[in-house]
């Protein structure tokens, strides 16, 4: 048996903003028919997570592209790795099945051939999906955050950040967040339970802005933007402070763009500036799940999603990610299960 | 009894590179009468410690002015406080007699008059003068050591940087410095034990520099100098590198070079950016004794000085700090005891 495959690649490495014409949509055929010893895998891509972080294995040269595995470049032509959920359709490896619920690293299309036993793939379990790890194990690890301490989170109302501000308020900080339009400002503060929220576009003095916003200083600054906000933050920060870089969205589309933080405020503040990795915290998550699942249970955590519909959805469900125009998590829904 | 006080003073905020005729030579009477009741002492100065840091002090405008006490402004005209070995010679203090040995706060000049009891001032105990601690306590409690672990050094050969060589190559690392003269790097490598050493002044391109001198990466940054070293040691970090910041002194006399850290090498290899105060390695203050007399009796640690003579030579001594002209911890020698 065959299926005819759609999916996405991308033209030529993709060095500023993304846009459109970077990508295209291909189709080819994929046989089912798998050689039992092969441990391939054919699965049907369901939910498709759209990732930030993308755009740096897309561009020619990117240190980080070294750094770890599943940074590795993206190659123009080829299938596009990101983590979601599928229905194994065909398996040549014991260990999964036709129908099977799977997550783990497939691709921007309709279906990911997942080759020779290599894959990172596990059956799908509905409280082992780890979304939001990232922003409890960088907020609860990498910020240690005290009770009473004051916060701040940009991109606010992203996958991220909307987690961020929502359990520093369970844990008892005090949560300012930032994003860029006056709805998303509004879902921080009246749904999300953020003590308050700015426009950092509506702001043309960050630093300004952070004073106004928190007079006596800033103890956590999780930082998803980079640049002039990571610069504005370190400069409002009090004694101790700590900043988790979760990653730098702004300096993803402009490598000009490089976030210079006052070191003279660092070594007499003894700031800490730490990245981080999701992958790092898995220590944490018993309790990352448990935390999380109990509130949600209880309505106190809000569950944010943004999905696209379709295959053809990808790029611009992609680009938008850097154009602000989604809320809360981004996914492309490829298929109904 | 009066005597003839000289001393230093800035003649106006200092916002560049420091030069001598931004300093000036003040001569006053000082009675050494004092209230026996007024709290105030005088004392003659002995050695006097010259830092850079000063330099933050001395500026129109700096954010580090506001950040902790022993940073704040100095005034043009008024004595310039550091840290030194006085001997008292008049004291309206029951804690202090004249003749006592005495370590603390005093001044850029002869004697200095310490008014009110509010002075940081404590009887001399040869064994309990700190000089060190900011190396020992960045050292093992910022960067958190492993043997073998690969260490960068830069202004090696300065007073902390040449102490922080020593005690990592002693604990079991492999270490290199970089310092601005063939000299200093000769001192490194031949005397001090480093690993290696280069003159960074030779080095057209840091980056590149680094990778030739760790081929496998840099675990530990001990930066005393920031800017373009900072972004080239993180360039060259391994995976859960981390950079202690102990100060950067090149971006002290010009305030538009800033370090611009590549933020994605941050997030992707876990690095921790860390300031940190000598201040707050009290706690280690006892370990760091212990350690230090151990090896400084067994010959096994050096102590390099650099010391110049007279009142004269604190602007000179001082400007020196920001041109190289150093080798090991500078100091000024006022007045044999
Ligand atoms: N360390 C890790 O393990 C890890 C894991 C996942 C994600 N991340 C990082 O975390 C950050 C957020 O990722 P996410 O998945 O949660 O994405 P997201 O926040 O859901 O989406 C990106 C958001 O960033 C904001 N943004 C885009 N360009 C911006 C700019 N130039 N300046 C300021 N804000 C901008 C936009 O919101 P506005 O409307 O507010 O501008 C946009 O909605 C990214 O930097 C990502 O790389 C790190
Ligand atoms: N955090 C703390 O508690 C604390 C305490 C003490 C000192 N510090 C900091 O530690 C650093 C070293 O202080 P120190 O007292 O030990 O001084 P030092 O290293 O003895 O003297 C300064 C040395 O820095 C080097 N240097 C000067 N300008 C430079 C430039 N533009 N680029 C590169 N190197 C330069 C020079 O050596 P070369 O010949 O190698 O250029 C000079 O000899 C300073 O940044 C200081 O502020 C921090």
Known sequence: MEVTNRYITIKTQVDGEPKESDFELKTSALS???????????????????????????????????????????????????????????????????????????????????????????????????????????????????????????????????????????????????????????????????DDAFNYKEEPDLKAALQRYFPDGIDIYFDNVGFEMLEAAVVNMNTFGRVAVCGVISEYIDATKRAAPNMLDVVYKRIKIQGFLAADQMNVFPDFLSTTTDHLRTGKLHAVEDISDGVESFPSAFIGLFRGHNTGKKMVKVADE
């Not at 123009?76 to 490896?93: F, H, L, Q, R, T």
């Not at 501000?165 to 400002?185: M, N, T």
């Open 32 to 194: 089912l028919s798998l050689d039992p010893s092969s441990n391939d895998i054919i699965v049907k891509n369901l939910y498709v997570s759209i990732d930030p972080y993308q755009l740096n294995r897309m561009k020619s040269q990117s240190s980080s592209q070294k750094a770890i595995g599943f940074a590795a470049a993206i190659t123009p032509g080829e299938d596009i790795d990101a983590y979601g959920v599928a229905k194994v359709v065909a398996s040549g490896n014991p260990e999964f099945e036709k129908d099977d619920l799977v997550v783990g690293l497939i691709t921007w299309g309709e279906y990911s051939l997942l080759k020779g036993g290599k894959y990172m793939l596990r059956k799908f379990d509905p409280m082992g999906f780890p979304l939001g790890l990232t922003a409890y194990g960088g907020f609860f690890e990498v910020c240690k955050p005290k009770k009473g301490e004051k916060v701040f989170v940009s991109a606010a109302s992203g996958s991220v950040g909307n987690l961020v501000g929502q359990y520093a308020k369970l844990f008892g900080c005090y949560v300012v967040g930032c994003a860029g339009s006056k709805e998303k400002v509004a879902l921080l503060k009246e749904k999300l339970g953020f």
